[in-house]
């Protein structure tokens, strides 16, 4: 990807840390026929559900669903695991309709409203994304890489800085914050930490 390539101890970085996937699932009823009270469904698979030919096999992969607040008759479902992929093949019908089953199945209703839309996210297939979060692998512990070892500089010299070293490239996100990896909050403290580096070595003050 790099021309020239990184640093061995980057490329190693990049190459060890994990990128996961989950995926959103958004069910439009039109109306919510849930009691006002509700914040949602949590799913506890047991071992017999788990068998159970009728449901969608990549449906147990899904952990939930959650109420959104101040939008009328919409459940918010939440996929993982090897679902999380299999989601992104299946039209948003087939979704809609595996979905309803699974809510019929844990919620004992005979009846559901049926879903009026269904949509549901594709972060795998997206080529400008490719996953959700980024995660510290066993390889890692393994290889002493942590993701601070993505947001130190990398030092060079430039046309203008021919003289001594300085930050020519530098990495920022959410998978470069020691602490606070895989959070907003770990990305843009990692953007403004790397911003602040770049002004003190390239922007002299007037
Ligand atoms: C489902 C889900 C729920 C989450 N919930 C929370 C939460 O509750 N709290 C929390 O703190 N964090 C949460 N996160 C994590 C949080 O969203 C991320 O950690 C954060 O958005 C990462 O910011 P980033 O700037 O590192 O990367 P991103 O936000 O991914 O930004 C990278 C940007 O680069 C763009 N891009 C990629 N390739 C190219 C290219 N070649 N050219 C130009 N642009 C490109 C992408 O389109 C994207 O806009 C959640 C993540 C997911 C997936």
Known sequence: MFNPSLPSPFSRAIECLGFGLINKVFLDFGISWWKPSTKGFQLLWKEE???????AAWTRDMTGFDVLPNHEGILLGWVGGRGAYIVETLSEQQVAT???NLLKHYLKFDKIFPVKKCLRTQWNANKYV???????????????ITPCCLAEPIWGKTKKKYDKDVPIMMFAGEATHESFYSTTHGAYD???????????????KS
């Open 49 to 55: 559900t788990f068998c159970n030919k009728k449901l």
């Open 98 to 100: 595996d979905c309803e």
């Open 130 to 144: 490719r996953g959700s979060y980024s995660h510290i692998t066993t390889r890692c512990d393994v290889d002493g």
């Open 190 to 204: 990692t953007g403004v930490k790397q911003a602040q580096t770049f002004l003190r070595y390239h922007v002299t």
